[in-house]
């Protein structure tokens, strides 16, 4: 276990000098220039999840669109932008960088989210409002042709913006330094602070204006945030770390699988040789990753099978035949992460159930607040993000401040702890969603009412202990993924982060399609069929959340934690392989070049 837990990790020897693109009159990067990206990133997300918490409702009712329409749009726009951040990473990587890809992806919203806005004020580009549902205008091809436009432009934008935003802000830290992981560990919690509270204003006052005031004004508004978003983000341009980019990981990754496949029936014996340019000829030329143990049959890509594959300069001919370990590593750090992935899906799952089924709850529970307000049901997971705000605050005004005067040092929990913790929250969570609604379902049924007399108050536990799980196993998450990738990678950290949320979706609903499925066959009620809680069995189906929640726990505790990998020590030896390869460049001598390359018959 302890080898496995030393090999998790990818520790880099950084090469040059990362900070030769700053200004010479003052350094760049720390929290300087992350207050810049922090205030770039609320407003961004203001504007963006203003659109996005109300795009179904403005689909609905000014493009009278039908609801299986609506249900197709949205889920193909969320999936593109998904995909799009796999793209965007590539050409962050590869040809622009993260400072002008977070500004072209910005651009591109601001246009989509611009053109969202004309077609809210100018009535020409949707259908005549409906009066007589459901006999309804059906929007033009050329007026949903704009539609579409917006949206594939907001795409674009969250292609650009998702996989660069956290890792642009943490390339504004030393982690060589103990001081530089403090502060980027608290960056990764006032990040997801800020993220929350632009939630929260876009839930509560946009939200409430596009829907009962007008919906001009309720997309100028996050349009007009945006642009002042772009404009913070350009203000604090001098003060940035700019990295240049080092060349694409996915193709590196493809090539190192390839040509691994390729050379599957190799055996390696104390005679072969492998392929370790110097640092200088490397692909990413700005880090040396330590060799690990794992995965060994990756490294049959940097197997130099024969003389021949190497030119005048010791350079390989054909690159999708033989790889550098360098390159190899880095496929590894990725397959690293995946256990640690797997379990954040599962606490994503849950965090998932209360943006639908808890709000269906709240539905059906007594909303009423004095004599002439009721509570929104989409208000509900304002109070998740406030616990999630609440604690961090806890925790990082709080907690670390009285460990510091008391061990006259930080002390903070570990990634492990946190995660775990945040697992048995996400079972708690369910478990009292599952009590709450027996009892909601019980009171509704004794009333013999659709809505239940129990006040929408008794759901409040839950969402808060959603909002916590969140708060302890998705920032530690985040977390994992961006520290635990070498720099040169930390964009596709944001990708793996994004994806995990989208398949948390994708399996979700799935989960939801089997059970309706399973328990409706021979003519019964299914557990969630129907449009009325009070004859279905919610609370059966939270019980079987909670126990995947226990097999997530069991999961993670005897196989994920073990990959969550300590950084071995300043004076930890780089381990090579025997009979590596430099470059000629290395300014050492090439070796001789001997070769006992056995084929495996099978």
């Not at 809210?120 to 205008?137: D, E, S, V, W, Y």
């Not at 799952?349 to 909303?367: C, P, S």
């Not at 605050?393 to 005067?405: D, G, N, Q």
């Not at 129907?530 to 189906?541: Q, V």
Request: glycine letters at 6%; a positive charge.
């Amino acid at each position: 276990m302890e080898n496995a837990t030393t090999n998790s990790s990818c520790e880099e020897e950084q090469i040059q000098d990362e900070h030769a693109s700053a200004p010479e009159t003052q350094e760049a990067g720390g929290w300087r220039s992350v207050y810049y990206i922090i205030g770039n990133e609320s407003f961004e997300k203001l504007a963006s999840m203003s659109l996005i918490s109300n795009l179904t409702m403005y689909l609905l009712t000014r493009y009278n669109l039908s609801a299986i329409f609506v249900v197709n749009v949205v889920q193909i726009w969320n999936g593109s932008s998904n995909v799009a951040s796999i793209i965007g990473a590539f050409i962050s990587d590869t040809y622009l960088g993260r400072f002008r890809t977070l500004l072209f992806g910005s651009i591109a919203s601001l246009l989509g989210i611009l053109i969202m806005t004309l077609t809210a004020g100018i009535h020409q580009l949707r259908p005549a409002n409906c009066t007589n549902r459901p006999h309804c205008q059906w929007p033009q091809p050329w007026q949903l042709g704009i539609l579409f436009f917006a949206l594939a432009m907001l795409s674009v934008g969250a292609g650009g913006i998702r996989p660069c935003n956290i890792a642009f802000g943490a390339d504004q830290f030393d982690t060589k330094t103990e001081k530089g992981r403090a502060q980027l560990e608290s960056f990764f919690n006032w990040w997801y602070f800020t993220f929350t509270i632009a939630l929260v204003i876009a839930l509560t006052g946009v939200v409430y204006i596009q829907t009962n005031v007008s919906w001009t004004l309720g997309f100028a508004i996050p349009t007009l945030c945006l642009a002042f978003s772009i404009a913070i983000f350009l203000i604090g341009r001098h003060t940035y770390i700019r990295k240049k980019p080092q060349g694409s990981v996915f193709s590196d990754m493809a090539k190192v699988i390839t040509a691994a496949c390729r050379k599957c029936k190799l055996k390696t014996s104390d005679r072969t040789r492998y392929y370790d340019p110097a640092p200088s000829e490397s692909d990413h030329n700005n880090v040396r990753l330590v060799h690990t143990d794992r995965f060994k049959f990756l490294e049959k890509a940097a197997i130099i099978s024969d003389p021949s594959e190497l030119n005048e300069q010791l350079k390989p001919k054909n690159v999708w035949r033989l790889c550098s370990l360098h390159q190899v590593e880095e496929l590894k750090c990725l397959l690293g992460i995946l256990p640690v992935w797997v379990t954040g899906i599962c606490c994503f799952i849950v965090m998932d159930q209360q943006n639908t089924f808890g709000v269906l709850q709240v539905i059906q529970t007594n909303r009423s607040i004095g004599k002439h307000f009721k509570v929104p049901p989409g208000w509900m997971n304002l109070f998740s993000m406030v616990a999630l705000s609440i604690w961090i605050y806890i925790y990082e005004c709080i907690y670390i401040r009285v460990t510091k005067k008391i061990n006259k040092k930080a002390t903070r929990l570990s990634m492990s702890l946190r995660i775990r913790i945040g697992i048995l929250l996400s079972i708690l969570c369910m478990l009292v969603a599952a009590i709450v609604e027996q009892k909601r379902r019980d009171s509704a049924l004794r009333a013999k009412s659709f809505a239940s007399p129990m006040s929408f108050a008794v759901l409040l536990p839950q969402f808060a202990l959603s909002g916590l799980n969140e708060a302890f196993a998705a920032v530690s998450i985040m977390e994992f993924f961006t520290t635990e990738m070498p720099e040169s990678m930390r964009t596709v950290a944001g990708v793996v982060f994004f994806l995990s949320l989208s398949v948390a979706n994708y399996l979700g609903s799935l989960i939801v399609n089997i059970i309706h499925k399973a328990t409706s066959h021979g003519g019964r009620n299914s557990w969630l069929g129907g449009h009325d809680l009070n004859d279905n069995k919610l609370d059966y189906y939270y019980y079987l959340i909670a126990a995947l929640g226990v097999l997530n726990f069991v999961y993670f505790n005897f196989f994920a934690s073990h990959f969550l990998g300590k950084k071995p020590s300043n004076d930890t030896k780089k381990v090579q392989p025997k009979n590596s390869i430099p470059n000629q460049q290395n300014g050492e001598p090439p070796q001789e070049k001997e070769f006992d390359i056995t084929i495996d018959p099978r």
